[in-house]
């Protein structure tokens, strides 16, 4: 069975088969992890992300790690939180499962999620934490995959704490 963990750090650090981006659509870098990520992988990362042209709301594209210690890049463009009523569940839902279907076509064991969308474009942490668990889950027990240990990294204690209580209670529940 997979595991499925909470962890407090910096994504950038991971030694995992592929960590995820919470990019935006022009997938040429920002702010928060994305920003991050393209600082600690260097230019290389830039460069084959021009080649991409872009990637849509909800869905995901895969580069190499470069000076990462993680192998791959999985770029995700999360929803902007506008509110609730402009599809962002949904969206949302959809950055970590197409993430995970190009994770089982690579056939990864061991993949990173930062908490996609609660930073900078504002989705409510409770919520988005609840989307993220539960997709996730559902696709691990449903879908063919290699997957043998998937992380949610946290970059706050609180951020932690939802995660690991979210978790819990999803152990209690099986
Ligand atoms: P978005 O634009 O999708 O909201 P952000 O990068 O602003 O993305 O935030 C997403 C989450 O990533 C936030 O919880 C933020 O604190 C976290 N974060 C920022 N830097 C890192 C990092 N180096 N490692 C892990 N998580 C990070």
Redesign the pocket.
């Known amino acids: 069975m997979t595991r499925l963990v909470a962890e407090l ?5 991971l030694e995992v088969d592929a960590i995820v981006n ?3 659509e022009s997938l040429l870098g ?8 393209h600082r ?1 992988a260097g230019p290389g990362l830039l460069s084959e992300c021009r080649a991409l042209s872009g990637c849509s709301t909800g869905q995901a594209k895969i580069t190499q790690g470069y000076k990462l210690p993680a192998k791959f890049i999985i770029h995700t ?2 929803p ?1 939180w506008r509110g609730g009523g402009n599809n962002e569940a949904e969206l949302l839902a959809s950055c970590y499962r197409e993430s995970l279907k190009l994770a089982a076509k690579y056939k990864f064991k061991r993949l990173a999620f ?10 409510p ?1 409770e919520q988005a934490v609840d989307i993220a668990i539960t997709t996730v889950s559902t696709f691990l027990g449903s879908s063919v995959h290699d997957l043998e240990h998937v992380i949610f ?4 204690e609180s ?1 932690l704490n939802l995660y690991q209580s979210h978790l819990s209670a999803l152990n209690q529940d099986e």
């Open positions: 750090g910096d994504i950038t650090k919470a990019a935006n920002g702010g928060g992890v994305d920003g991050a990520i600690a463009v999360g902007v930062p908490s996609i969308s609660t930073g900078v474009y504002g989705y942490i990294c946290c970059f706050s951020d």
